[in-house]
């Protein structure tokens, strides 16, 4: 069994920028796909950024703003986001996969956090 928080999340003005982390309590951290999804309110959940080993996999409305690193001894995953926009205001779930999974695909991550809430606006 995977457990997976969040945190970092908050209120920020348009082209502001938040970090946001994911500590997971599993030893073999680094045998999983990370990923984070995100959800605006009356929309589906989609993907944003994944990292699988050194391999790093982010949605087109989030490339060169957005960075996923992991730092395997703190066991922890990281979402740097910058420049952010009105559109990026949801709540941020970072989700864990087998390592193979595709990246892009919520249905094959089995364990989830609980979410942390980013809102942008002025």
């Known amino acids: 069994q995977v457990q997976l928080v969040e945190s970092g999340g908050g209120l920020v003005q348009p082209g502001g920028s938040l970090r946001l982390s994911c500590a997971a309590s599993?030893?073999?951290?680094?045998?999983?796909?990370m990923g984070w999804f995100r959800q605006a309110p009356d929309k589906e959940r989609e993907f944003v950024a994944a990292?699988?080993?050194?391999?790093?996999f982010y949605a087109d409305s989030v490339k060169g703003r957005f960075t996923i690193s992991r730092d395997l001894a703190k066991n922890t995953m990281y979402l740097q986001m910058n420049t952010l926009q009105p559109e990026d205001t949801a709540v941020y779930y970072c989700?864990?996969?087998?390592?193979?999974?595709?990246?892009?695909?919520?249905?094959?991550?089995?364990?989830w956090g609980l979410g942390t809430q980013v809102t942008v606006s002025s």
């Open positions: 599993v030893r073999t951290f680094g045998t999983y796909l």
């Open positions: 990292i699988r080993r050194t391999e790093t």
């Open positions: 989700a864990a996969a087998p390592l193979t999974s595709n990246a892009y695909l919520a249905p094959l991550y089995d364990y």
